[in-house]
């Protein structure tokens, strides 16, 4: 299957700092990358829709000049959380949609843990 | 609108069966998938059904009606590395995934 990669794997930063998240498709061109928040013991929530060369379409009660997405290459999208609080520690994952023979795939980064102190 | 529900937990015997069902509401459905995750890592995909009927991989198969809006993760053989979260998801008219809550599957030796 597909492969697409997050760096880094696990960050720790200091409240008001920003972070920036990159997501990568190794194998394979990705016109539609999203991205997900998971908090502990709860579901996957869609933050926003990442299209290459278009603004991103973020999810309702998700602030977008918060959580800044860039989708510069169909290789590459980017998630940078500014001025980060500790309420947004969580596990960021990404994922990249693939149109594989007659429906689409979606595979999934491994994910960012991000702590925020 | 659009819902989808599945289980919030189960537990199943290593070497049993188990069967995981999801029941959804949708006006546009594009396929249902079955998702793995185990705790801290991100989902894995399992299985993926667009047409009425079981699909089969190894010890997990997939079933679905879409007619009653119905689909089941069924596991056999238990291993104990099976326990992990199972999320299944419909991907709706805008090929978007509209994701279940994840079923919690504990394996007892």
């Known amino acids: 299957g597909a492969v697409v990669s997050q760096h880094p794997s696990w960050v720790i930063c200091k409240s008001g700092t920003s972070v920036k998240i990159e997501c990568r498709s190794l194998?394979?061109?990705?016109?539609?990358m999203f991205w997900y928040r998971q908090f502990p013991k709860q579901s996957l929530m869609l933050m926003a829709t990442s299209n290459e060369g278009s603004k991103a379409t973020y999810e309702q009660g998700v602030e977008k000049d918060k959580f800044l997405i860039n989708h510069a290459s169909l290789t590459l999208s980017t998630l940078t959380v500014t001025s980060a609080h500790p309420e947004d520690s969580s596990f960021y994952i990404c994922?990249?949609?693939?149109?594989?023979?007659?429906?689409?795939?979606?595979?999934f980064g491994p994910g960012t843990r991000l702590t925020v102190t | 609108g659009q819902n989808i529900d599945q289980p919030t937990e189960m537990t199943a015997t290593e070497g049993a069966i188990v069967q995981i069902n999801c029941t959804y509401q949708t006006s546009g459905f594009n396929g249902l998938f079955w998702y793995q995750q185990h705790a801290g890592e991100a989902p894995t995909f399992l299985s993926y059904n667009v047409l009425d009927g079981l699909e089969e991989k190894g010890r997990f198969s997939s079933f679905l009606s879409r007619s009653k809006g119905y689909s089941y993760l069924l596991l056999k053989e238990l291993q104990m590395k099976d326990s992990a979260s199972y999320l299944c998801?419909?991907?709706?008219?805008?090929?978007?995934?509209?994701w279940g809550a994840g079923t919690k599957l504990i394996i007892k030796p």
């Open positions: 994922s990249a949609r693939v149109l594989a023979g007659d429906f689409y795939e979606q595979y």
């Open positions: 998801a419909f991907m709706d008219s805008n090929y978007q995934l509209i």
């Open positions: 194998d394979f061109q990705a016109t539609t």
